[in-house]
């Protein structure tokens, strides 16, 4: 199988595969709840929170709409600044919960003082919902300055996928005040897909205790998590042989320290960026905004991108990946997320410069 440096599902090491294989465990008994209520200590750890987290059976869309059926009373302000950022829209109203739009062109990042500026014009809104990586672009927004700005309107919480951007970029939950962060396995936590997880402020578990009849549903009612959650529980039965994977892959990320994974994500958006520079290739984020997590960069030499990956993969066993939707051939991205290390990239780029050299 070629070496994933796409911006999810991301590289798993042989040894978190493998531990998936534990024998099963009835998740009703002792051993579940020691396991359950371990990994909660260690997500609050490496989450920086002292938060409940919620661990959901369900992808991180999944949490997108728990959190937008739990947490927003009157009207959603979703911060649309890429293809993921845009399309919590629409989720929101899926689900019949008003949602308005900060609309921003494809690859600029959401600036707070925008935010503010709606925030004041509009008293409607009481939810704010950032997507903090956009996975589409490769833009990082400024989210502990968004947070600060949401924090001056005591009735509007602040919801943020940080789905490819935990593990990579620097979060602080508590220190920042923010109410809800959520993120799956699949990305900087170089985990195979199938859970997603959600720090929740006492004020997002007030507002769920108080939503009208109707607008949690079943499935995503976060008073039904918790009825649970306090024994250290799921109330319906959890993608075990994942937990036991995830246990183990906290353990590492705690061994390895939080600064140090951040700092290291640094470091190979770094190398992308130089080795872009020495090609002449500009980025598609905004300058000074660019995700740790994934690099998009524009093809402004007009190579083929599909011809390129195809011999990448064929010749080194690698794959990255095209533009993402309509922006295919406009620009091509390198996942630098989870669990590659900068030898790896490095690699990754020596090997782009011998296709590029052949082209
Ligand atoms: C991948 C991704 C998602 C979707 O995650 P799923 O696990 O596929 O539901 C959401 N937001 C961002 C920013 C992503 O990168």
Redesign the pocket.
């Known amino acids: 199988m070629p070496k994933l440096f796409i ?2 599902p991301t590289e798993v090491y042989p040894e978190l595969l493998a531990a998936q294989t534990h024998p099963m465990i009835g998740h009703r008994g002792k051993g579940y709840a020691t396991l359950h209520e371990g990994i909660e200590k260690k997500l609050q750890q490496v989450m920086f929170t002292k938060n409940r987290v919620f661990i959901g059976t ?7 709409e728990a959190a937008l059926r739990n947490a927003v009373k009157n009207k959603v302000l979703v911060c649309a600044n ?1 293809f ?2 845009k ?1 919590w829209a629409t989720v929101a109203k899926q689900c019949g919960i008003p949602a308005v739009t900060l609309d921003y062109e494809l690859g600029k990042a959401v600036k707070a003082a925008d935010v503010e500026k709606r925030l004041q014009e509009d008293s409607t809104i009481d939810a704010v919902m950032l ?6 672009t490769g833009v990082l927004s400024p989210l502990k300055e968004i947070a600060a700005v949401v924090k001056k309107f005591p009735n509007v919480v602040l919801l943020v ?5 935990f593990a990579a970029a620097e979060i602080r939950v508590d220190e920042w005040g923010i109410d809800l962060i959520l993120f ?1 396995m ?2 900087a936590l170089a985990l195979p ?1 199938g859970l ?1 997880f959600a720090s929740v402020s006492p004020e997002i578990m007030q507002r769920s205790a108080n939503q009208p009849e109707g607008r949690k549903g079943h499935y995503f009612d976060f008073m039904i998590w918790e009825k649970d959650a306090v024994k250290f529980n799921t109330s319906i039965t959890p993608a075990v042989s994942l937990l036991f994977a995830l246990d183990k892959q906290l353990d590492n990320i705690l061994r390895e320290g939080m600064e140090n994974r951040w700092q290291k994500h640094l470091k190979m958006q770094q190398m992308a960026q130089d080795w872009a520079a020495a090609h002449g290739l500009t980025y598609f984020s905004e300058e000074g905004y660019h995700s740790p997590g994934v690099s998009v960069i524009n093809n402004d030499k007009g190579w083929n991108i599909g011809e390129i990956n195809k011999k990448l993969e064929a010749e080194y066993n690698m794959v990255i990946a095209n533009g993402y939707k309509d922006l295919k051939e406009k620009c091509f991205r390198i996942g630098h997320m989870g669990d590659h290390q900068p030898e790896d990239i490095a690699e990754l780029l020596g090997d782009l410069d011998k296709i590029i050299a052949s082209l």
């Open positions: 911006p999810g369900c992808s991180a869309t999944g949490m997108i890429g993921f950022a399309k997507t903090h990586s956009e996975t589409s996928d940080t789905v490819s951007s799956g699949q990305k897909p997603a």
